[in-house]
Each structure stands twice: as C-alpha cells, then as structure tokens.
C-alpha cells in the first residue's frame, strides 16, 4: 500500500518556474510506472509526464515536452516535476499517479494507476 502525497504548488507569473513533489510513505516507487497529470476547471484531465516502471524511459504530453521535467529522487520515494516557462494554460491541479500493472502502450491513460495523491494547485497569473 502505497500513499502519495503532492507538495510545492503555488501562485506564480508567466514565465516563473515551480517544481512540484510527490512523496511516497509505505513504501518505495520501485516497479511503479509514475505519472503526472493535470486538469483544470471545465476541462478533462490531461497527461503531463511519466517513468516507466523501471525509471529507464520517460513521456511528455505534447503541451509541456521543453518545458517540463520528471525526475526521481536515488531512493526511489519522491518524483519531481520541475516545469518552466511556465503559461497561464499551466493552470491547474497537478496530481502524481502510480501502478504496477501500467503498460507501455498506455502509460498516458489515467485509468491505469491506482494509487493517486491529493493534487496540489499550481496557478500561473498576472
């Protein structure tokens, strides 16, 4: 059983940058395929980035690849978003997401992961 829990989001201008956490207890995130993913008021939720299981490969939504980064830290209990040249279209909840049983093919699809933290609010304004 693994709980996950978001940190680092706020209010910043265009242009800023953020790096949001999310911090795994109960146990590690080694094995997990780890996903971010975002969404804003009145619009779906949209895939961001992710590892697969082994951390070997990452994925970007096409709206963030050069802008955002996804990283891990060595013992495998905290993963990083580090976003720049951040947009007011960057608005929204950003919530980290894992599981086992994640596929290549399907890593974007939010249906995949299990294990979901609470989302932290990033905000980007004038």
């Known amino acids: 059983q693994v709980q996950l829990v978001e940190s680092g989001g706020g209010l910043v201008q265009p242009g800023d940058s953020l790096r949001v956490s999310c911090t795994a207890s109960?146990?590690?995130?080694?094995?997990?395929?780890v996903a971010w993913f975002r969404q804003a008021p009145g619009k779906e939720r949209e895939f961001v980035a992710a590892f697969s299981r082994n951390g070997g490969y990452t994925y970007y939504g096409d709206s963030v690849k050069g802008r955002f980064t996804i990283s891990r830290d060595n013992g495998k209990t905290t993963v990083y978003l580090q976003m720049n040249s951040l947009q007011p279209e960057d608005t929204a909840v950003y919530s980290c997401a894992a599981g086992r049983g994640v596929i290549t093919s399907s890593i974007r699809n939010p249906n995949q992961y299990y294990y979901w933290g609470q989302g932290t609010q990033v905000t980007v304004s004038s």
């Open positions: 109960g146990g590690t995130l080694n094995g997990y395929a």
